[in-house]
């Protein structure tokens, strides 16, 4: 089957969503007979280019245009259309780079055209022509032949020639805003017969960031895979979206710097198999957009995610990049917000803990805060995390003890890989001691652990 937006390829200048500055302008050079003989049509991707140079391609050629549009009936119109019309020349110049083809056209278009009225000469992505490919083009708009139009399509314009940009009148198309985008949405899905909510076309128009061959390309998507209604709950499913919810808690527990609802925020995505630099990259979009509506609060979220999204590419495990990165962030944060208080330091976290831990005396315990301590300022903030999901961390005979519930061996396995950070981090902080990794089955006492933790970590809500 032909893919929706090929199907839905604007055929007039009527049907061509938004870009009026670009449509008025070229309405009027076709009515006025002022056509000029070379256009650079620049802008981002699936925003109407090429679906605009073949709209004035026809108009030029067509046998019965009103006023300025083509009547679409005609033979030129339906041969364009088809690509079948011997004057409609389309180039891509990603795959035919060089001076071959340029001297091709220069030759073709040395002659008058044959069907019709116009040669017109289609150059995609012209920015990637070499550079004896821009110079024998230039020439040629030097003197251009007369009945011949160039169209020169871009998403580089800066990586176009200067010498040719002076030759030529640029356009400039521009991202279509979102509803522009749900308008034309909705009309395809009409037409196609495809159940749709409101709220997942303007999902689907956010996602698409103002281009519309992604929007109808995601609308597609969407439609296959779900194979039902499309609503927001199927535009998530269907790209593997974490989703409003999920996403809002995420960034609420950093804000509030809660890491246990952090972590289980985390666990949550990363269990139902949806990809951690998704995560980062949906809290950084719903972050910006939360600053847009004057929360400034989560400005420095964002300014952080904006380079975790980065980052996390350069790490294999992305899992416990994220949670370093959150737990690092969140705990950070918490000291910004008013209304949690002071930001708490381990230090300053004597009080209740030691009626906790009994299982702890008191030198030990100063011991492993300095641990933490170090770790989270200084050290590898990946074992920082990892050592603060164990279960149980002990001084023994000698030895630093550290034990994982078999669920969390993946912690573990964080932790003998990087064994040697952590052992130089305890040898700097609490002395010499040799570090010990054990793994036991079912989970002990892990509430009370998760509690002791928590409060080493400064739980601001507990402030
Ligand atoms: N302004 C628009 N109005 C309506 N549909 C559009 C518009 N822009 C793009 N589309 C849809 O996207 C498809 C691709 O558009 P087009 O080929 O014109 O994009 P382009 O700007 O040339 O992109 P590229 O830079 O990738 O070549 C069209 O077939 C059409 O379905
Ligand atoms: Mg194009
Ligand atoms: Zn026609």
């Known amino acids: 089957m032909e893919a ?3 199907k839905y390829r604007p055929r007039k200048f009527s049907e061509i969503v938004g870009q009026d500055h670009v449509k008025k302008i070229l309405m009027r050079a ?7 003989h070379a ?4 802008g981002p991707r699936g925003t109407g280019k090429t679906t605009t140079a073949r709209v004035l391609a026809k108009a030029l050629n067509c046998e019965r245009r009103q006023n300025a549009e083509p009547c679409g009936e005609c033979y030129a119109c339906k041969a364009i259309d088809e690509g079948t019309f011997m004057d409609v020349v389309e180039l891509d110049a990603a795959s035919n780079r060089g001076i071959d083809e ?13 069907e019709g009225k116009y040669k017109i000469y289609i150059i995609d992505e012209v920015h990637m022509l070499t550079r004896e490919a821009f110079n024998a083009l230039l020439k040629t708009l030097e003197e251009p032949p007369p009945h011949v139009v160039f169209i020169l399509a871009t998403t580089n314009l800066e990586k176009v020639p200067a010498t040719i940009i002076s030759r030529c009148q640029v356009l400039e198309f521009r991202n279509l805003p979102h509803e522009l985008i749900v308008e034309r949405l909705e009309e395809i899905c009409k037409t196609e017969r495809i159940e749709v909510t409101k709220d997942a076309l303007m999902y689907i128009a956010k996602r698409s960031m103002g281009g519309m061959r992604d929007a109808i390309t995601i609308l597609e998507q969407v439609w296959k895979f779900s194979r039902g209604k499309v609503d927001v709950k199927a535009v998530e499913n269907a790209l593997g979206l974490i989703g409003a919810d999920v996403v809002d808690r995420y960034l609420e527990s950093i804000l509030k710097g809660n890491m246990s609802k952090l972590k289980e925020v985390i666990d949550d995505v990363y269990y139902s198999g949806k990809e951690m ?11 910006v957009e939360k600053v847009e509506k004057g929360k400034i609060e989560y400005l420095q979220i964002s300014k952080a995610l904006l380079g975790a999204v980065k980052e996390i590419k350069f790490f294999d495990n992305k899992k416990i990049y994220t949670m370093a990165f959150s737990f690092d962030l969140a705990q950070k944060l918490a000291g910004f917000i008013p209304e949690q208080g002071e930001p708490q330091s381990v230090k300053t976290e004597e009080k209740d803990v030691s009626k906790d831990e009994t299982a702890l005396k008191s030198k030990e315990k100063e011991d492993l805060e300095r641990l933490m301590e170090y770790l989270r300022n200084e050290g590898d903030l990946a074992v920082f995390v990892a050592l603060s999901l164990a279960d149980e961390i002990k001084v023994d005979t000698g030895k630093l003890k550290i034990v994982f519930p078999k669920e969390k061996e993946f912690s573990y396995i964080i932790l003998k890989e990087k064994i040697l950070e952590l052992e130089d981090a305890v040898r700097k902080s609490m002395g010499n001691l040799d570090v010990e ?5 079912g989970s002990k006492r892990a509430e009370e652990v998760k509690n002791r933790i928590l409060s080493l970590f400064g739980n601001a809500e507990e402030g």
Do not use: C, H, N, W
Request: hydrophobic share 45%; aromatic share 10%; proline share 2%.
């Open 102 to 114: 340029i001297r091709r056209i220069k030759e073709g278009a040395s002659f008058r055209p044959i």
């Open 437 to 441: 990794l054990s793994i036991t089955d």
């Open 30 to 36: 076709i009515e006025e007979g002022k056509v000029s």
């Open 4 to 6: 929706l937006y090929r």
């Open 277 to 287: 630099d998704v995560l980062l990259q949906e809290a950084l979009e719903a972050a």
């Open 39 to 42: 256009y650079i049509f620049s």
